[in-house]
């Protein structure tokens, strides 16, 4: 199984600040199309996970551009520019590589500072 | 408009079942991957099950491989987990999940759809 390994597990940042969380697999996500099957997910309190980033750092619809997704293989990073009220909540990446059969990292919760 | 409604969550006895049921509208199911998540009270998300997209490769956690099912029906656009001999440790809200990460020659896309958790309580 592709173990996804997620850092920093808590973050607190002051709105209009930066924040960036890192992600790493046991193996590489980059499948034979060239896209690394990597994905973000936000999930707030008491509702579903929501998509933000698919494939490593395409933005799903509707996602602020504030939110960037980068990196390939096994180390991946999400960024948001300036942090939001709105964007409160836990972060997980997920590797889909081997579908069906996911992975979702710990989980990294962003708390206002 | 889209819409995910989660049925069939509960209280059930160690050792029971129980069957948890997607309701689908606004898409086709068929060609979309679709799993079932689970979120233990105060802890992150755990991957349960999952079909593959044409439907023909199921997969399971080895925390629930032989005791949980993952089926649809195509017709009803429903996504079902039957769960049989549950235990205190499957408490959970349990998400149903929809996918569809396209690659093609002219760029890429991704639908994602989820339901609204259904709870699941094990216990005496």
């Known amino acids: ?113 | 408009e889209v819409q995910v409604l989660e049925s069939g969550g509960g209280l059930v006895q160690p050792g029971g079942s129980l069957r948890l049921s997607c309701a689908v509208s606004g898409f086709s199911i068929s060609g979309y991957v679709m799993n079932w998540v689970r979120q233990a009270p105060g802890k992150g998300l755990e991957w349960v099950a999952g079909l593959s997209g044409g439907g023909v490769v199921t997969d399971y956690a080895d925390s629930v491989k032989g005791r949980f099912t993952i089926s649809k029906d195509n017709s009803k656009n429903n996504l079902d987990l039957q769960m049989n001999n549950l235990r205190a440790e499957d408490t959970a809200v349990y998400y149903c999940a929809f996918q569809d990460i396209a690659v093609t020659s002219v760029g890429v896309g991704a639908d994602d759809y989820w339901g609204q958790g259904a709870l699941v309580t094990v216990s005496s």
């Open chain 1, 1 to 113: 199984d592709i173990v996804m390994t997620q850092s920093p597990l808590s973050l607190y940042v002051t709105p209009g600040e930066p924040a960036s969380i890192s992600c790493r697999s046991s193996q590489s996500l980059l499948h034979r199309n060239g896209y690394n099957h990597l994905h973000w997910y936000l999930q707030k309190p008491g509702q579903s996970p929501q998509l933000l980033i698919y494939l490593g750092s395409d933005r799903a619809s509707g996602v602020p551009d504030r939110f960037s997704g980068s990196g390939s293989g096994t180390d991946f990073t999400l960024r948001i520019s300036r942090v939001e009220a709105e964007d409160f909540g836990v972060y997980y990446c997920m590797q889909g590589l081997q579908t069906p059969r996911y992975t979702f990292g710990q989980g990294t919760k962003l708390a206002i500072k």
